[in-house]
């Protein structure tokens, strides 16, 4: 009895421990989004580049695009501007930028200092849009179909690789399959 007393505290600590030194292992950028496979959320926010015009998902039915998600603030969104550069000056895919808790003047100071590669950018000053798509931080990118469907998620700043290796092949196959 007095073995078993001290045991099961052992025991749970040593369970405890494993579990720790597994989560340590993770890529928190490899978090799936519980958005893959469902509509996009639904949003109306002002444009960055004209507070009384209006971005929703709606304007971009029936093509495929990319959303995102960016800040002036934001370290790594600035390490992952030349590759949405690249991107969309070869017109691969309509990107919209959404400016997540970020000032209008700030975003907009930014991209004119560092161009412009978003179709459209909204403004979304309080994060409330943001939240609805389950952002973690800045940057985050979504591939999103004809349909409205989020089909792909990527946490972290987009680089040429992940661009080739994952990104294009998806966006192939959705051109291909008209979704």
Known sequence: M???RFALPLLLFLVLLILLARGLTL???KLPSPLIGKPAPAFAVPRLDDAAGQLRPADMAGRVWLLNV????CAPCLEEH???MALAQR???PIVGLNHK???????????????????SGFDGDGRTGID?????????YVIDRAGIVRFKHTGPLTRDVIEARI???LKKLEQAGG
């Open 2 to 4: 007095r073995l078993l």
């Open 27 to 29: 890529d928190p950028r």
């Open 70 to 73: 960016w800040a002036s603030w």
């Open 82 to 84: 030349p590759a949405l």
């Open 91 to 93: 017109g691969v895919v």
């Open 102 to 120: 970020d000032t209008r003047e700030a975003g907009r100071a930014w991209l004119q200092r560092h161009g412009n590669p978003y179709h459209a």
């Open 133 to 141: 798509f389950g952002v973690y931080g800045v940057p985050e990118t």
């Open 168 to 170: 294009e092949p998806l």
